[in-house]
């Protein structure tokens, strides 16, 4: 299936997958657009807008019974289309709030907050998606749809969520004029020590990350 005929008129709108693969070519073209950078000021937003969309189509793969390809091994798709360069857009433009902290498991008992970094999760989620992707412009509905829903269980939903309320935390901060608190060094390449995060005394405000992300605070 090309993308010419992504589209085609034939089928029908109505239909699970054509749905769900909507969505998700929705988001990859959004985000992608996003990560060119041309419209800073509207990153945090748009993600936010985004991957809340994302997560009902997840939400619909996940409610759905178990999907099952039609072929015993997944056919050989060839290189995986590199993400790097849309990593590091987003990493610069989210710089001021990039690296979150999250519970990978709110399940596991007594389990420490880990670091996250939106760009990364974004990024990781564009892979999973372009790869179901793939299958579906070859004609390969089912087979897309079995790798959208195992992996939006083994990988991207969770992802999502976390990203999502990471999104949502930054734009409540801003517009609710609570200042956001500086993590203390916090970086992904190493484990948070205590079961609490450690902050630095000096406040990093509302405005100075609000404005340049296009969030506004309510007056």
Do not use: C
């Not at 798709?77 to 709030?97: H, K, Q, S, T």
């Not at 901060?173 to 005394?201: I, S, Y």
């Amino acid at each position: 299936m090309s993308d010419a005929t992504l589209h085609a008129t034939h089928q029908n709108p109505d239909d699970f997958a054509v749905q769900i693969a909507d969505q998700i070519e929705s988001f990859l073209v959004a985000v992608t657009e996003v990560a060119k950078g041309d419209e800073p000021d509207s990153a945090v937003p748009f993600l936010l807008l985004e991957v809340s969309q994302l997560l009902l189509a997840g939400g619909r793969l996940g409610a759905h019974e178990d999907i099952l390809p039609d072929e015993r091994y997944e056919p050989d798709m060839g290189p995986e289309p590199d993400v790097d360069e849309l990593r590091e857009n987003l990493a610069r433009m989210l710089d001021p709030i990039d690296v979150y902290s999250e519970v990978f498991d709110p399940y596991e008992p007594r389990r420490a907050p880990v670091p996250a970094r939106i760009s990364d999760d974004v990024a990781d989620i564009i892979a999973d998606l372009r790869h179901g992707m793939a299958h579906y412009k070859a004609g390969r509905t089912t087979e897309a749809l079995w790798w959208w829903q195992f992996s939006y269980f083994s990988n991207w939903g969770s992802t999502a969520s976390a990203t999502l309320r990471a999104l949502q935390s930054v734009v409540a901060h801003v517009r609710l004029n609570q200042p956001l608190a500086e993590l203390d060094g916090l970086d992904t390449d190493q484990g948070m020590g205590d079961d609490t995060l450690e902050f630095e005394a000096g406040k990093v405000m509302a405005e100075e990350i609000g404005t340049p992300l296009g969030v506004r605070p309510v007056t």
